[in-house]
Every structure is written in structure tokens, then in C-alpha cells.
């Protein structure tokens, strides 16, 4: 499967008494597709899958694919530090019609690389549905290595990967090892760092999963699009029209504020769950001020 255009890691929108607000979410849905949007991870870590349960996690995929009814592609966030859990997730997703799964490396065990490949070589031979490798070592401990990614990209179904290593070269290593391998038309790079989209894009990356296009996707799917059109002087424009709303996102811990500011702009969200707690004070002040600044307040 090729993975192009912007795709919105949502949110999880609770009702007050912090129960999934499933009638949130479908509106959410709909505001994002109307967007222009290429596609919707349901159950990431923006959607707080650390501290939904089981049963939420599934139930939110199924939500999903449901509203979303074929308009854009879905894609459901099944990854777990257990290899058990991760292959029952995806299956899940793929016995729900979802068009794709993005697994995070397992956390807090920190596998090894070898375990890492053994892993997602298990839960894509086990499922039929591709699969997109979530490397984020700065929430798991763990950091897949270029030549583990590449590996994994000869396995059947595993199609893509979201790199948030922070390091725009080690993207570039990672796309020059796949054309070495001849892979680089069967396997995409995904930004998994909003900030860094356009310079990932320019050394290969075909995209992105993005937390604050939950917030402003137009902006963002005009940037992503104005880069796969070669448009970079209309791209560089837009970067830096969202880049101190980005930084600002990103000030605590995702998904806090971007959380926050749906609540600001009307749009559903509701509460976070514990352990994640209400912003400070002062930096719902800087919050408040890049979305005003955006004209999104």
C-alpha cells in the first residue's frame, strides 16, 4: 500500500466523566475529511491508547472505519509492548476493515534489534493488512536502526514507517539504504515530527502522521501537498506559518494540548486521563496565543 498526503493522529474525545465521547469522535471525522485529509489514525498515542482500555481500543477502531465509510483511508493505532497483544490488535483492525495498522516499537522492555525484527515479522505474517513500523524512541527507549527498518521493509505488508527519531539524516539514511535495495517505490517514510515534515519530505519522506493537524489541517495538507507537487517556495510559506503553533502543541506532553486547544476552538475533546493532567498556567497562555495568532481563536 503507498502512504502519500497528510494523515491526523486524533485525538480520543471523552465526555466528562471520561468515557469515549463516540459522538465527538464522528464529528471529528467529518470535520477533518472535509479538510482534505488523506487518511485518520484512530487509537495512537495522541488518542491516549496508553490509558484506553482493551475494549476502548477496539471499539474506537471500529467507530472509525465506520464513519469514515471508505472517504479517506483508516488506520488503526494496534501496537503494545507485548507481541501477544500487538498481533490481537491488528487482527482486530484487519477483521474490522481497517486499510492499514501503525504498531509503535514496543516499550519499556526495550527489545532488541533482532526482537524488534522478529516482532513486526510475526504480527505481518499473522495479519493480512499493511503495516506501518512507528519508531519514537524518545516515549519507548528503544530506537530501530536503519538497517532494522530496511529489513523489515522486505516483509510482506509492512509498507511504511512514521520516523520520530528527531533526525532528518536519518531519514536520509534510511531512504538512500532502500534505493540501494531497490525498495524505495515499495516503502514510505512518514514524518512522525510536524515540525520537521518538510525537510523529511524533502529527502524522501512521502507524507505525514500528524497530531496538530488535529488542529490545523488545512494548512498542513496544503504544505504536504505543495511538496509532493514540488511547490517547495509555497511549502517553506506554510512551514513557517505553523511552525510556533507546532512548538507550541508540543510544549507539554502530547496529546495535553493539542487537547486543549479543540476544547479552545470548539471542537470536541473533553478531559485527559490520568496520569496526564490540565496544562500549567503559563503555558496555556503561550497556547492560547499561537492559536490566536493562527486565526484558529
Given at each position: 500500500?503507498?502512504?502519500?498526503?497528510?494523515?491526523?493522529?486524533?485525538?480520543?474525545?471523552?465526555?466528562?466523566?471520561?468515557?469515549?465521547?463516540?459522538?465527538?469522535?464522528?464529528?471529528?471525522?467529518?470535520?477533518?475529511?472535509?479538510?482534505?485529509?488523506?487518511?485518520?489514525?484512530?487509537?495512537?498515542?495522541?488518542?491516549?491508547?496508553?490509558?484506553?482500555?482493551?475494549?476502548?481500543?477496539?471499539?474506537v477502531?471500529?467507530?472509525?472505519?465506520?464513519?469514515?465509510?471508505?472517504?479517506?483511508?483508516?488506520?488503526?493505532?494496534?501496537?503494545?509492548?507485548?507481541?501477544?497483544?500487538?498481533?490481537?490488535?491488528?487482527?482486530?483492525?484487519?477483521?474490522?476493515?481497517?486499510?492499514?495498522?501503525l504498531?509503535?516499537?514496543?516499550?519499556?522492555?526495550?527489545?532488541?534489534?533482532?526482537?524488534?525484527?522478529?516482532?513486526?515479522?510475526?504480527?505481518?505474517?499473522?495479519?493480512?493488512?499493511?503495516?506501518?513500523?512507528?519508531?519514537?524512541?524518545?516515549?519507548?527507549?528503544?530506537?530501530?536502526?536503519?538497517?532494522?527498518?530496511?529489513?523489515?521493509?522486505?516483509?510482506?505488508?509492512?509498507?511504511a514507517?512514521?520516523?520520530?527519531?528527531?533526525?532528518?539524516?536519518?531519514?536520509?539514511?534510511?531512504?538512500?539504504?532502500?534505493?540501494?535495495?531497490?525498495?524505495?517505490?515499495?516503502?514510505?517514510?512518514?514524518?512522525?515530527?510536524?515540525?520537521?515534515?518538510?525537510?523529511?519530505?524533502?529527502?524522501?519522506?512521502?507524507?505525514?502522521?500528524?497530531?496538530?493537524?488535529?488542529?490545523?489541517?488545512?494548512?498542513?495538507?496544503?504544505?504536504?501537498?505543495?511538496?509532493?507537487?514540488?511547490?517547495?517556495?509555497?511549502?517553506?510559506?506554510?512551514?513557517?506559518?505553523?511552525?510556533?503553533?507546532?512548538?507550541?502543541?508540543?510544549?507539554?506532553?502530547?496529546?495535553?494540548?493539542?487537547?486543549t486547544?479543540?476544547?479552545?476552538?470548539?471542537?470536541?475533546?473533553?478531559?485527559?486521563?490520568?496520569?496526564?493532567?490540565?496544562?500549567?498556567?503559563?503555558?496555556l497562555?503561550?497556547?492560547?496565543?499561537?492559536?490566536?495568532?493562527?486565526?484558529?481563536i
Amino acid at each position: 500500500m503507498n502512504f502519500e498526503g497528510t494523515y491526523v493522529a486524533m485525538v480520543t474525545p471523552l465526555t466528562e466523566d471520561r468515557e469515549i465521547d463516540e459522538e465527538g469522535f464522528r464529528s471529528n471525522i467529518n470535520y477533518l475529511i472535509d479538510q482534505g485529509v488523506s487518511g485518520l489514525v484512530g487509537a495512537g498515542t495522541t488518542g491516549e491508547s496508553a490509558t484506553i482500555s482493551h475494549e476502548e481500543h477496539q471499539r474506537v477502531i471500529e467507530i472509525l472505519v465506520d464513519e469514515v465509510d471508505g472517504r479517506v483511508e483508516t488506520i488503526a493505532g494496534t501496537g503494545s509492548n507485548a507481541t501477544s497483544e500487538a498481533l490481537s490488535l491488528t487482527q482486530f483492525a484487519a477483521d474490522a476493515g481497517a486499510d492499514a495498522a501503525l504498531l509503535i516499537t514496543p516499550y519499556y522492555n526495550k527489545p532488541q534489534q533482532h526482537g524488534l525484527i522478529n516482532h513486526y515479522t510475526t504480527v505481518a505474517e499473522s495479519c493480512d493488512i499493511p503495516i506501518i513500523l512507528y519508531n519514537v524512541p524518545s516515549r519507548t527507549g528503544v530506537n530501530m536502526d536503519v538497517e532494522t527498518i530496511v529489513e523489515l521493509a522486505k516483509v510482506d505488508n509492512i509498507d511504511a514507517v512514521k520516523e520520530a527519531s528527531g533526525s532528518v539524516d536519518k531519514v536520509s539514511d534510511i531512504y538512500r539504504a532502500l534505493q540501494h535495495e531497490g525498495l524505495e517505490d515499495d516503502f514510505n517514510i512518514l514524518s512522525g515530527e510536524d515540525s520537521l515534515t518538510l525537510p523529511i519530505m524533502a529527502v524522501g519522506g512521502t507524507g505525514v502522521i500528524s497530531a496538530s493537524a488535529n488542529i490545523d489541517a488545512r494548512r498542513m495538507v496544503l504544505m504536504v501537498d505543495s511538496i509532493l507537487n514540488d511547490d517547495y517556495g509555497r511549502a517553506i510559506e506554510l512551514h513557517y506559518e505553523m511552525v510556533e503553533l507546532i512548538r507550541a502543541l508540543f510544549i507539554e506532553s502530547n496529546p495535553v494540548p493539542v487537547k486543549t486547544a479543540m476544547g479552545l476552538m470548539g471542537l470536541p475533546s473533553g478531559p485527559l486521563r490520568q496520569p496526564l493532567a490540565p496544562m500549567k498556567e503559563e503555558n496555556l497562555e503561550i497556547l492560547k496565543k499561537a492559536l490566536k495568532d493562527s486565526n484558529l481563536i
